[in-house]
């Protein structure tokens, strides 16, 4: 007689599965969430002083000067005049972390759902009561 799963268990099982998917990525969208302020903050705080922008003009005329050939490459000349993760984090910065959101998002589920089959999917059981299977014993003919 084949083992019924018990099905209690096994409920119980996918409701513990869904709760630590759940707060796994409550835990996820926080830390991505803090971690994108703190981001923030500190790039407006570091990018946005004088010396900032001396240095990214700086790097624009060395840029400039290897566009012309005068370069170990020949680099393409910045078009903004402000250090580019100061624009994407003040100007851009619900966009980007939109997009951190939902492609984080996307990810998570995919592997979590992955895992989670692949540890409450079905199990797989050797009926060793019926004896061992039977082979077909062909004429030997499907060889050629």
Known sequence: MPLQPDHSKLAKSKRIANAAIMGGYVVLVVGLV???NAARRQTLATDSTARAHSDWQTWRQEAQSQHKGRGPV???V???EEPPTLVLLRDYFFTSATVLLVLSSALY???ALLVRGAL???KFEINTEDGPPSHHQGSGSDLG
């Open 34 to 36: 803090v971690a994108m």
């Open 74 to 76: 020949m680099r393409r």
């Open 78 to 80: 910045p078009k903004t």
């Open 109 to 111: 589920f995919a592997f």
């Open 120 to 122: 409450l999917g079905p």
